[in-house]
């Protein structure tokens, strides 16, 4: 049996105070395997960036328990946020936030220098099929390559998991297409626990695990008995 990658008890997140608060997660309990690929699917405003930048160490909860492993992320003091994310975490959003003066492969090397166990930045750019636009610029680049060289800056430290916001919200489906291929492969390749928020239906097809969100709390977890591939997802 696998373990948990992730697992939260009662995670409650409140914006604000008293007439104006936002309850934007209402006690959420999660169990996400090791290893899987999961699709967070709910509509906007329901709270699934809250969960995903909990989870990820980028934000803290109101009330409740989330643990990575063993390790009790809503107990870390912020340097140990800082630190389960430098060794553990990548990132992807929907706006890359590459450097625009620096080319695919400096953008890259940005990850693999303060990584404990990075790969090179020409293995993580080959592992998305940008190996032959490693020396050029964001702006040399179609929108779809862009994210790729985000997935592979994500991807260079070896990270135990993979968050991603709304990758495909910015693109058109054969773009959308290569990018999840991307991280299919990330996921099949490299072991890592891959977890994307969405409100893309489509995409929910090939995960393993899709857990189905509205108004800050779960409302159904459906396993796939059978997944689409990439490839076959119709948009
Ligand atoms: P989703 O990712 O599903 O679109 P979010 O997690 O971004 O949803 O937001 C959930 C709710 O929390 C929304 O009502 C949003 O307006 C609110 N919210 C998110 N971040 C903040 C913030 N920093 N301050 C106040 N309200 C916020």
Redesign the pocket.
Known sequence: MSRNAFSTRGLT?V??EGETA????RGVDLDIPEGEFVVLL????????????IIGGL?RATAGDAWFLDQELTAMTDRQLTRYRRDHVGFVFQFYNLMPSLTAHENVELVTEIAEDPMTAEAALDLVGLANRAGHFPSELSGGEQQRVAIARAIAKNPTVLFC??PTGALDSATGRAVLTALKDVNERLGATVMI?T?AAATAKMADRVIH?SD?AIREVVSNATKLAPEDIEW
């Not at 709910?42 to 930048?53: A, D, F, Q």
């Open positions: 997140k914006y604000g936002v309850h934007a997660l709910g509509p906007s405003g329901s709270g699934k960036s809250t969960l995903l930048n934000d916001d709304e928020v409100h969100f800050g």
